[in-house]
């Protein structure tokens, strides 16, 4: 069955950097898109990065120039790095197969890391 594994959450200090990993299996990973959204408590989720089967990126505007999504094909993960940290940042981040573009539609899920950005 198809599961995607979060990792690397945890607390950062304004403007500090934190690396999420998702470990996929289950399913081809190369010849999916993936995507990482997160939901802040009270609030609706948001998608924030996509990537394609081959590659290509999309951001939202909210993290754009701060986050980079990437993937190993050959270990069958996605990764988000993400820089220059903000309070507004933290939420619990999610892994996706599919949704690289804001309106696609993704079909799994992984449980969540929880990322904290505060002084």
């Known amino acids: 069955q198809v599961q995607l594994v979060e990792s690397g959450g945890g607390l950062a200090q304004p403007g500090g950097s934190l690396r999420l990993s998702c470990a996929a299996s289950g399913f081809t990973f190369p010849s999916h898109a993936m995507s990482w959204a997160r939901q802040a408590p009270g609030k609706v989720i948001e998608w924030v990065a996509g990537?394609?089967?081959?590659?290509?990126?999309f951001y939202s505007d909210s993290v754009k120039g701060r986050f980079t999504i990437s993937r190993d094909n050959a270990k069958d993960t996605l990764f988000l790095q993400m820089n220059n940290l903000k309070p507004e940042d933290t939420a619990m981040y999610y892994c996706r197969r599919g949704g690289a573009a804001h309106s696609a539609t993704p079909d799994y899920y992984g449980q969540g890391t929880q990322v904290t950005v505060s002084s």
């Open positions: 990537i394609t089967s081959h590659g290509g990126t």
